[in-house]
Protein backbone atom coordinates (compact mmCIF):
# COMPACT_ATOMS: atom_id res chain seq x y z
CA UNK A 1 0.00 0.00 0.00
CA UNK A 2 2.80 2.54 0.92
CA UNK A 3 4.56 0.99 -2.43
CA UNK A 4 1.49 2.89 -4.50
CA UNK A 5 1.70 5.69 -2.74
CA UNK A 6 5.51 6.73 -3.30
CA UNK A 7 5.17 5.09 -6.80
CA UNK A 8 2.60 7.59 -7.79
CA UNK A 9 4.23 10.55 -6.16
CA UNK A 10 7.09 9.63 -8.31
CA UNK A 11 4.42 9.96 -11.10
CA UNK A 12 3.45 13.28 -10.01
CA UNK A 13 6.88 14.93 -9.66
CA UNK A 14 7.83 13.49 -13.08
CA UNK A 15 4.69 15.27 -14.49
CA UNK A 16 4.91 18.50 -12.49
CA UNK A 17 8.51 19.21 -14.68
CA UNK A 18 6.85 17.84 -17.67
CA UNK A 19 4.66 20.65 -17.54
CA UNK A 20 6.85 23.02 -16.19
CA UNK A 21 9.22 22.59 -19.32
CA UNK A 22 6.27 22.47 -21.77
CA UNK A 23 5.49 25.43 -20.45
CA UNK A 24 8.48 27.08 -20.96
CA UNK A 25 8.16 26.34 -24.80
CA UNK A 26 5.25 28.24 -24.73
CA UNK A 27 6.52 30.89 -23.30
CA UNK A 28 8.76 30.93 -26.41
CA UNK A 29 6.73 29.71 -29.76
CA UNK A 30 7.46 33.99 -30.49
CA UNK A 31 11.60 33.71 -29.47
CA UNK A 32 14.02 34.12 -32.47
CA UNK A 33 16.10 30.90 -32.43
CA UNK A 34 14.39 29.43 -29.88
CA UNK A 35 14.96 25.17 -29.58
CA UNK A 36 12.10 23.41 -27.55
CA UNK A 37 12.97 20.92 -24.71
CA UNK A 38 11.46 17.44 -24.18
CA UNK A 39 11.81 15.41 -20.95
CA UNK A 40 12.46 11.55 -21.48
CA UNK A 41 11.44 9.25 -18.34
CA UNK A 42 12.48 6.02 -17.19
CA UNK A 43 11.56 3.24 -14.83
CA UNK A 44 13.14 3.61 -11.43
CA UNK A 45 14.67 0.24 -9.91
CA UNK A 46 12.94 -2.88 -10.00
CA UNK A 47 12.84 -4.88 -6.74
CA UNK A 48 12.21 -8.48 -6.29
CA UNK A 49 9.07 -9.02 -3.80
CA UNK A 50 9.14 -13.04 -2.97
CA UNK A 51 5.68 -14.92 -2.50
CA UNK A 52 3.72 -17.57 -0.45
CA UNK A 53 2.99 -20.53 -2.79
CA UNK A 54 -0.46 -21.05 -3.19
CA UNK A 55 -1.55 -23.32 0.10
CA UNK A 56 1.90 -23.33 1.55
CA UNK A 57 1.05 -20.61 3.78
CA UNK A 58 1.37 -22.76 6.96
CA UNK A 59 4.61 -24.01 5.53
CA UNK A 60 5.89 -20.72 4.48
CA UNK A 61 7.27 -22.00 1.55
CA UNK A 62 8.09 -18.88 -1.08
CA UNK A 63 7.34 -18.90 -4.11
CA UNK A 64 8.57 -17.47 -7.63
CA UNK A 65 9.59 -13.78 -7.17
CA UNK A 66 7.70 -10.87 -8.85
CA UNK A 67 9.46 -7.65 -10.60
CA UNK A 68 7.96 -4.79 -8.82
CA UNK A 69 8.85 -1.63 -10.11
CA UNK A 70 9.68 1.71 -7.78
CA UNK A 71 7.71 4.80 -10.30
CA UNK A 72 9.32 6.84 -12.99
CA UNK A 73 12.68 9.37 -13.26
CA UNK A 74 14.00 11.82 -15.39
CA UNK A 75 15.88 9.80 -18.14
CA UNK A 76 17.00 13.14 -20.17
CA UNK A 77 16.17 16.31 -20.65
CA UNK A 78 17.26 17.85 -24.15
CA UNK A 79 16.76 20.19 -26.76
CA UNK A 80 15.53 19.29 -30.02
CA UNK A 81 17.24 21.20 -33.19
CA UNK A 82 14.87 21.15 -35.66
CA UNK A 83 14.75 24.11 -37.62
CA UNK A 84 12.36 26.50 -37.39
CA UNK A 85 10.85 28.71 -40.20
CA UNK A 86 12.64 31.34 -41.40
CA UNK A 87 11.22 35.18 -41.28
CA UNK A 88 12.95 37.51 -44.09
CA UNK A 89 13.72 41.15 -42.19
CA UNK A 90 15.94 42.48 -44.73
CA UNK A 91 18.20 43.88 -42.01
CA UNK A 92 22.05 43.45 -42.44
CA UNK A 93 22.84 42.25 -39.15
CA UNK A 94 20.18 39.66 -39.22
CA UNK A 95 21.73 35.66 -39.82
CA UNK A 96 19.86 32.48 -39.98
CA UNK A 97 21.67 29.44 -40.82
CA UNK A 98 20.18 26.91 -43.18
CA UNK A 99 21.20 23.75 -42.39
CA UNK A 100 23.12 21.57 -38.52
CA UNK A 101 25.84 24.56 -38.23
CA UNK A 102 27.07 26.93 -35.34
CA UNK A 103 28.25 30.07 -35.54
CA UNK A 104 31.17 30.46 -32.81
CA UNK A 105 31.18 33.26 -30.54
CA UNK A 106 34.19 34.13 -27.73
CA UNK A 107 33.10 34.86 -24.44
CA UNK A 108 34.69 36.64 -21.76
CA UNK A 109 36.48 34.38 -20.29
CA UNK A 110 38.32 33.24 -23.78
CA UNK A 111 35.74 29.99 -24.05
CA UNK A 112 33.50 29.29 -26.81
CA UNK A 113 29.94 28.97 -26.97
CA UNK A 114 27.47 28.51 -29.93
CA UNK A 115 24.66 30.36 -32.09
CA UNK A 116 22.07 29.81 -34.36
CA UNK A 117 22.14 33.29 -35.68
CA UNK A 118 19.95 35.98 -34.30
CA UNK A 119 20.64 39.29 -34.46
CA UNK A 120 24.08 40.67 -34.26
CA UNK A 121 25.79 44.16 -33.90
CA UNK A 122 29.29 46.29 -33.96
CA UNK A 123 30.50 45.76 -30.62
CA UNK A 124 32.58 48.83 -28.71
CA UNK A 125 35.88 46.87 -30.12
CA UNK A 126 34.84 47.21 -33.41
CA UNK A 127 33.81 43.63 -33.66
CA UNK A 128 31.56 41.90 -35.35
CA UNK A 129 29.30 40.22 -32.45
CA UNK A 130 26.12 38.54 -30.99
CA UNK A 131 23.58 41.10 -29.81
CA UNK A 132 25.07 40.37 -26.58
CA UNK A 133 28.11 42.16 -27.46
CA UNK A 134 30.22 38.39 -27.76
CA UNK A 135 32.45 38.49 -30.82
CA UNK A 136 31.97 36.04 -33.27
CA UNK A 137 34.86 34.17 -34.40
CA UNK A 138 37.03 34.59 -35.79
CA UNK A 139 37.76 38.24 -35.00
CA UNK A 140 36.37 40.60 -37.69
CA UNK A 141 36.68 44.21 -37.63
CA UNK A 142 34.16 46.81 -39.27
CA UNK A 143 35.81 49.89 -40.11
CA UNK A 144 33.98 53.09 -38.91
CA UNK A 145 33.29 54.19 -42.34
CA UNK A 146 31.87 50.94 -43.37
CA UNK A 147 28.44 50.65 -45.25
CA UNK A 148 26.42 48.52 -46.87
CA UNK A 149 27.31 45.02 -45.04
CA UNK A 150 27.44 41.50 -47.06
CA UNK A 151 27.47 38.48 -46.06
CA UNK A 152 27.73 35.40 -48.55
CA UNK A 153 25.41 32.21 -48.01
CA UNK A 154 29.52 30.92 -47.49
CA UNK A 155 30.33 33.31 -44.50
CA UNK A 156 32.67 35.45 -46.34
CA UNK A 157 31.57 39.14 -44.90
CA UNK A 158 32.42 42.17 -47.20
CA UNK A 159 31.76 45.84 -46.71
CA UNK A 160 31.90 49.02 -48.95
CA UNK A 161 33.94 51.88 -47.74
CA UNK A 162 33.89 55.17 -48.48
CA UNK A 163 36.40 56.12 -51.05
CA UNK A 164 36.55 52.63 -52.98
CA UNK A 165 34.79 51.51 -55.83
CA UNK A 166 34.66 47.58 -54.72
CA UNK A 167 33.79 45.89 -51.50
CA UNK A 168 36.64 44.67 -48.98
CA UNK A 169 36.74 41.24 -48.01
CA UNK A 170 36.59 41.25 -44.27
CA UNK A 171 37.01 37.46 -43.32
CA UNK A 172 34.78 34.16 -43.61
CA UNK A 173 32.63 33.15 -40.19
CA UNK A 174 33.48 30.23 -39.21
CA UNK A 175 31.17 27.49 -38.35
CA UNK A 176 30.73 24.15 -36.22
CA UNK A 177 28.56 21.43 -35.54
CA UNK A 178 28.34 18.67 -33.17
CA UNK A 179 27.66 14.33 -33.32
CA UNK A 180 25.01 15.37 -30.53
CA UNK A 181 23.16 18.42 -30.78
CA UNK A 182 20.60 17.45 -28.32
CA UNK A 183 23.28 17.28 -25.71
CA UNK A 184 24.23 21.13 -25.68
CA UNK A 185 23.33 23.23 -22.61
CA UNK A 186 21.48 26.15 -23.13
CA UNK A 187 22.98 29.70 -21.79
CA UNK A 188 20.59 31.76 -22.61
CA UNK A 189 20.84 34.92 -25.48
CA UNK A 190 20.24 31.80 -27.97
CA UNK A 191 23.75 30.71 -26.80
CA UNK A 192 24.81 27.13 -26.24
CA UNK A 193 27.59 25.54 -24.78
CA UNK A 194 29.55 22.18 -25.25
CA UNK A 195 29.51 19.06 -22.99
CA UNK A 196 30.26 15.50 -23.09
CA UNK A 197 26.63 14.83 -24.50
CA UNK A 198 27.56 16.70 -27.63
CA UNK A 199 30.50 15.65 -28.19
CA UNK A 200 33.83 18.25 -29.37
CA UNK A 201 33.00 20.63 -31.69
CA UNK A 202 33.50 19.96 -35.26
CA UNK A 203 35.05 22.84 -37.43
CA UNK A 204 34.39 23.21 -40.95
CA UNK A 205 33.48 26.50 -43.61
CA UNK A 206 30.13 27.00 -44.09
CA UNK A 207 27.97 25.22 -46.80
CA UNK A 208 30.60 22.03 -46.42
CA UNK A 209 30.43 18.68 -44.49
CA UNK A 210 26.81 19.51 -43.70
CA UNK A 211 27.36 22.84 -41.96
CA UNK A 212 24.97 24.72 -44.32
CA UNK A 213 24.66 28.21 -45.76
CA UNK A 214 24.03 31.90 -43.99
CA UNK A 215 21.11 33.56 -45.01
CA UNK A 216 21.40 37.31 -44.37
CA UNK A 217 18.64 39.07 -44.01
CA UNK A 218 16.38 36.66 -42.06
CA UNK A 219 15.93 35.45 -38.59
CA UNK A 220 14.95 31.68 -37.60
CA UNK A 221 12.06 31.25 -35.85
CA UNK A 222 11.13 29.42 -32.99
CA UNK A 223 10.93 25.33 -34.01
CA UNK A 224 7.89 25.44 -30.70
CA UNK A 225 4.55 23.90 -32.54
CA UNK A 226 1.30 25.53 -31.05
CA UNK A 227 -0.82 22.44 -31.05
CA UNK A 228 1.75 19.95 -30.34
CA UNK A 229 2.98 21.43 -27.09
CA UNK A 230 -1.27 22.10 -26.13
CA UNK A 231 -1.60 18.42 -27.00
CA UNK A 232 1.35 17.19 -24.82
CA UNK A 233 0.17 19.73 -22.12
CA UNK A 234 -2.97 18.22 -21.60
CA UNK A 235 -1.37 14.59 -21.63
CA UNK A 236 0.67 15.61 -19.16
CA UNK A 237 -1.96 17.16 -16.64
CA UNK A 238 -4.59 13.68 -17.36
CA UNK A 239 -1.55 11.33 -15.91
CA UNK A 240 -0.75 14.02 -13.23
CA UNK A 241 -4.60 13.68 -12.67
CA UNK A 242 -4.06 10.03 -13.00
CA UNK A 243 -1.15 9.36 -10.60
CA UNK A 244 -3.34 11.90 -7.97
CA UNK A 245 -6.31 9.38 -7.66
CA UNK A 246 -4.05 6.32 -7.13
CA UNK A 247 -2.95 8.54 -4.22
CA UNK A 248 -6.24 9.12 -3.28
CA UNK A 249 -7.23 5.45 -3.50
CA UNK A 250 -4.33 4.37 -1.35
CA UNK A 251 -5.03 6.74 1.10
CA UNK A 252 -8.35 5.51 1.37
CA UNK A 253 -7.28 2.02 1.20
CA UNK A 254 -4.80 2.68 4.21
CA UNK A 255 -7.80 4.84 6.35
CA UNK A 256 -10.16 1.01 5.68
CA UNK A 257 -7.46 -1.18 7.15
CA UNK A 258 -6.62 1.51 10.39
CA UNK A 259 -10.94 1.47 10.80
CA UNK A 260 -10.88 -2.55 10.75
CA UNK A 261 -8.12 -2.74 13.87
CA UNK A 262 -10.46 -0.53 15.89
Avoid: C, W
Amino acid sequence: MFDALYISATGMQAQQLNVDTIANNLANVNTTGFKKSKVGFTDLMVQEAARLMPGSEEAGVLGPQRRLGAGVGIATMSKLFDMGDLKKTESAFDLAIQGEGFLEVTMPDGSSAYTRGGTFRVNRDGLLATSGGFPLKPNLAIPDNAKDLKIDGDGRVHVQVAGQATPIELGQLEMVRFTSPAGLKAQGDNLYRASTESGEAISAKASEDGMGTIAQGFLEGSNVKLTDEMVNLMVAQRVYEANVKVMQASDEMLGMINALRK
